[in-house]
């Protein structure tokens, strides 16, 4: 079985310290998200924290908030977006973690209160101009991450349907047609692509299309998987169980690194749901 890396969604309002003394007593592996408020310290934190690591997306969360976008068509955000990602590429790199990842672009440029929420459609958008710029910043990313030898991996949006625009999609990638063409237009070695389960169950109720067949169609290019559940509405990172709707697929990823994003657990569940993942990945 891959290591089975635990986001810190799990452990609110926990310190970095605590986070790591918590993992080397209960010997569990650490996925550092955007859990935390700034601190100018998360950075020698994380590299200070002496466990079986890695980071991803919005970690560290900067001081000036904004909504890391790989496809705005702003390019200050697209600049800080990408600057924020090859930074993360060093940091993965000197921390021995398998791959980072970011989650792909969007059309439109949401204000940070807007994430999760409705968000207000401010400006008209081209989805095949958005894609572009997500492959151009992708591009200038991978060019770091060969030189690093690092994985860097985009993970598929989640769309709800009240963010949808009409019948147009603004977000990327959240299902496997979008996610196939970027791979293969950039055919690039140290480019993977990481589920997130739960998006992919909110779209494709949110798209009307059939999450099994969309895992048939990924499954090739499937780098890494994160975990947890919700109503099939909104992504809401509740906890797996048996009824867990990825569960069957679960034995053909068993090699591959894998992240419980689940809130608010406590060791035993944690552990709780760690021993799910394992059982069915045999």
Known sequence: MGDIYISTLAFKNYTIEEITKI???????????????????????????????????????????FVLNLASADENIRAASVKHCIENIYLTKASAAPFFAAHAGFCVDPKPEELGKKIDYRTEFNKQEHLQIFTQSLTEILMVAEKAEVKFCFENNVITKFNMHGNI??????????????????????????????????????????RDEQIKQLKP??????????????????????????????????????????????????????????????
């Open 23 to 65: 993992a080397k007593n209960e010997g569990l592996s650490i996925e550092f998200s955007s859990s935390f408020a700034y601190d100018a310290n998360l950075v020698s934190g994380y590299k200070k924290s002496d466990i079986n690591k890695m980071v991803h997306n919005y970690f560290p969360v900067p001081e000036v908030p």
């Open 169 to 210: 999609n603004p977000l990327l990638c959240c299902e496997s047609s979008e996610v196939i063409a970027v791979i293969r237009q950039l055919n690039h070695p140290n480019l993977g692509f990481l589920l997130d389960t739960a998006h992919l169950k909110v779209s494709c109720n949110t798209l009307g299309i059939d």
């Open 221 to 282: 290019y499937i780098t890494a998987i994160h975990h947890s559940d919700n109503d099939g509405l909104t992504d809401t990172n509740n906890k797996i169980d048996n009824q867990y709707w990825f569960l069957k697929h679960q034995k053909g990823f068993a090699n591959i690194p894998q992240v419980i994003e689940v809130k608010n657990l406590s060791v035993p569940e944690i552990k709780e749901q760690i021993s799910l993942l394992q059982n069915y990945g045999h």
